[in-house]
């Protein structure tokens, strides 16, 4: 079984667009994070939810939107996308406890934005 | 703030040869946790490992072993008698448990290409 999924794995759009990529997770865990891969390979975090709650933006643009509708799903929402958009897009989850902090991550989403 | 630096943007090793990735990291906390990922040619990431502030214990794993020391700011990654399956991209990672969110911090990565 899938412990972090995500779909669709690739995605190709034009400027302007609004698109959703989806997160599932089935281990059971508290907190869900989405990153961002540039074509460098930097990967950056640009949220974590934690029992439906956002917990830390980092400051990005506010045409990204993640939305939870339970604490299995963190969805994430791009408004009117724009080139520098074009990345892979990693969802990631954990139980923060004090023994176990790693992070799972799901098989990322690809996104082109033409 | 959280900074993770690995200066070694790729190496190359031969098959059976032994490569240690490096990795030095900055905080201000007293408590943070350490990880490594591996990023394979398909894109996931793979957990390796984890290591917390309190814990300076080397640990081995199979081929792999990773040294963390608190004095010089460093968990470097070993790999013993590297093979071809361990070509990837490597990342070094640091996690601030105190915002409540562990978000993770990571460095630029170490690509490692073996060669058979």
């Known amino acids: 079984d899938t412990a972090v999924s995500q779909t669709p794995k690739y995605l190709v759009t034009q400027m302007g667009n609004d698109k959703s990529i989806k997160c599932e997770q089935n281990?059971?865990?508290?907190?869900m994070y989405w990153y961002k891969q540039d074509s460098k390979k930097f990967l950056k975090i640009m949220f974590s939810?934690?029992?439906?709650?956002?917990?830390i933006n980092e400051t990005v643009p506010n045409r990204f939107s993640p939305k939870s509708p339970d604490k299995a799903h963190l969805n994430l929402h791009i408004n009117s996308l724009e080139l520098g958009d074009s990345a892979v897009y990693f969802c990631?989850?954990?139980?923060?406890?004090?023994?176990?902090?790693?992070?799972?991550f799901g098989p990322g989403t690809r996104l082109t934005v033409t | 703030a959280q900074k993770v630096t690995q200066a070694q943007t790729e190496i190359s090793v031969v098959e059976k040869e032994d490569v240690t990735l490096d990795c030095v990291y900055e905080?201000?906390?007293?408590?943070?946790?350490l990880f490594w990922y591996k990023q394979p040619p398909s894109g996931e990431l793979v957990f390796l490992i984890r290591?917390?502030?309190?814990?300076?214990q080397n640990e081995i794993s199979g081929r792999y072993s990773w040294n963390f020391q608190k004095s010089t700011s460093s968990f470097n990654f070993t790999i013993t008698a590297s093979q071809v399956v361990d070509s990837a991209v490597y990342f070094c990672?640091?996690?601030?448990?105190?915002?409540?969110?562990?978000?993770?911090?990571f460095g630029t990565g170490t690509r490692l290409t073996v060669i058979p």
């Open positions: 281990l059971g865990h508290d907190t």
């Open positions: 939810y934690n029992n439906k709650e956002l917990i």
């Open positions: 905080t201000r906390d007293t408590t943070y946790y």
């Open positions: 990631a989850s954990s139980r923060p406890s004090a023994d176990t902090y790693e992070q799972y």
């Open positions: 990672a640091l996690s601030d448990p105190q915002t409540g969110a562990n978000n993770l911090f």
């Open positions: 290591r917390n502030s309190f814990d300076e």
